[in-house]
Each structure stands twice: as structure tokens, then as C-alpha cells.
């Protein structure tokens, strides 16, 4: 089944947010596919807002790789950037499995970088930015 969510502006990300956490579930591995600028960072952002993290704690780990954050009930969400990752060693260095098989929320950006890696369950969700400047984040399930 196709899914599809419109963020129109920055003013409704949160609620967009909520509904993409509402319809993805239980799924604990999602991958963000887009080109830069699209605005996978942000969305991210908006996510953890809506889980509760503090939300000067939410950053762009690219050059930290990965960033541990508290949602509101204390369980931990895990967001990757792997830009920067020239091979799927780096990734496999810092405990990408430990990460993915914790059963926690696990963001990833970029991952196309690290795609050999990436578990069958991963949720792929590609963001693209229509003429408008929307944003438009589908997948299939």
C-alpha cells in the first residue's frame, strides 16, 4: 500500500509528524531518502518533537554520525546521518547493528550510503520537494 503525507509549511511539520508516527506504527527503522536540502533534517526534528525530545537536544549528527536523544518517556530514539560515510565499515564501527536491533526508533539520513547494510524491515521513505516548495514523503508497505 502506497503512503503518502504533504508537508505545505513549517507551521504544520508537527502535525505532519504525528500522522507519519501514527501511520508508520510499530516500525522502528525508518530511512529518509532525498536530496540534499529537501528537508530530511527538519522533518527528523519535527519527529522527535512530537516524541517529546527537548528539542535544543535535536541536531544534525553529521559529523557525530549518529545522535542519542530521550523521548518523552525516557526511551531513546536514534537519529544517523551518513553523508560523510565513505564505507559501510565506518558505519559497522560505531554499532549500526547494536543500534538497529535495539527496538528503538532509529532515523536514518542518507543511507543510501550504507545501503548493503540496511535490514529487509527498513522502512524507505523518499521525501521530494514539489514546485511549490511542499514537501512530499511517501512509502510503501
Given amino acids: 500500500m502506497r503512503h503518502e503525507l504533504i508537508i505545505e509549511s513549517l507551521e504544520q511539520i508537527d502535525a505532519v509528524a504525528g500522522a507519519f508516527l501514527r501511520e508508520i506504527g510499530d516500525r522502528r527503522i525508518v530511512a529518509f531518502y532525498a536530496p540534499m536540502g529537501a528537508g530530511k533534517t527538519t522533518f527528523c526534528s519535527a519527529v522527535c518533537r512530537v516524541l517529546g525530545v527537548e528539542e535544543d537536544a535535536v541536531s544534525s549528527p553529521t559529523f557525530a554520525?549518529?545522535?542519542?536523544?530521550?523521548?518523552?518517556?525516557?526511551?531513546?530514539?536514534?537519529?544517523?546521518?551518513?553523508?560523510?560515510?565513505?564505507?559501510?565499515?565506518?558505519?559497522?564501527?560505531?554499532?549500526?547493528?547494536?543500534?538497529?536491533?535495539?527496538?528503538?526508533?532509529?532515523?536514518?539520513?542518507?543511507?543510501?550510503?550504507?545501503?548493503?547494510?540496511?535490514?529487509?524491515?527498513?522502512?524507505?521513505?523518499?521525501?521530494?520537494?514539489?514546485?511549490?516548495?511542499?514537501?512530499?514523503?511517501?512509502?510503501?508497505?
Avoid at 546521518?81 to 547494536?98: M, S
Fill in 65 to 141: 554520525i549518529v545522535n542519542e536523544y530521550r523521548a518523552r518517556g525516557g526511551e531513546p530514539v536514534f537519529h544517523f546521518d551518513f553523508y560523510r560515510i565513505n564505507q559501510v565499515a565506518e558505519a559497522l564501527d560505531i554499532g549500526f547493528y547494536d543500534y538497529i536491533d535495539s527496538g528503538c526508533l532509529c532515523l536514518i539520513e542518507w543511507p543510501e550510503n550504507i545501503e548493503d547494510i540496511l535490514p529487509e524491515e527498513t522502512l524507505r521513505v523518499s521525501v521530494s520537494v514539489a514546485p511549490d516548495g511542499s514537501r512530499i514523503l511517501s512509502w510503501e508497505d
